[in-house]
Structure formats: C-alpha cells, structure tokens
C-alpha cells in the first residue's frame, strides 16, 4: 500500500476528506439513480392502488 492512504501502524488514514454533500449532488450518477428509485416506487405505488381499486369495486375476483 502506499503511505498517503496508510499510518505507519497499517491503519488507514483517518485524515481522508470526504466529499461535500454540494458536491455528491452535483454529481449526476446521484440524481440518476434517485429518478430510478422515484420511478420504480411511484410504479409499484400505482400498481398497489390501482389493484385496491379493482378489488374494492369488484372488478377482481378474490
């Protein structure tokens, strides 16, 4: 390993900055996969609705 990401110990680095919340939501893979996750739920909500509906109007058989 190299020295920059390990102490003398063998203990990696406890200095290691992590990146700004500004700059992980500038980041587009972020945004691209919250719209995935907000289009797969408004989906599966959708769904769940739309088959209570049905049952509850006796479009399904249960």
């Known amino acids: 390993m190299t020295g920059a990401t390990e102490d003398g110990d063998?203990?990696?680095g406890e200095n290691?900055?992590?990146?700004s919340v500004a700059a992980v939501a500038r980041d587009?893979?972020?945004?691209?996969?919250l719209a995935v996750v907000a289009g797969l739920?408004?989906?599966c909500c959708s769904a769940v609705v739309g088959t209570l509906v049905?049952?509850?109007?006796?479009?399904?058989s249960a």
């Open 41 to 43: 739920l408004v989906c």
């Open 16 to 19: 290691v900055r992590r990146p």
């Open 54 to 60: 049905a049952l509850s109007s006796g479009l399904l």
């Open 10 to 12: 063998g203990r990696a």
């Open 28 to 33: 587009r893979r972020v945004w691209l996969i």
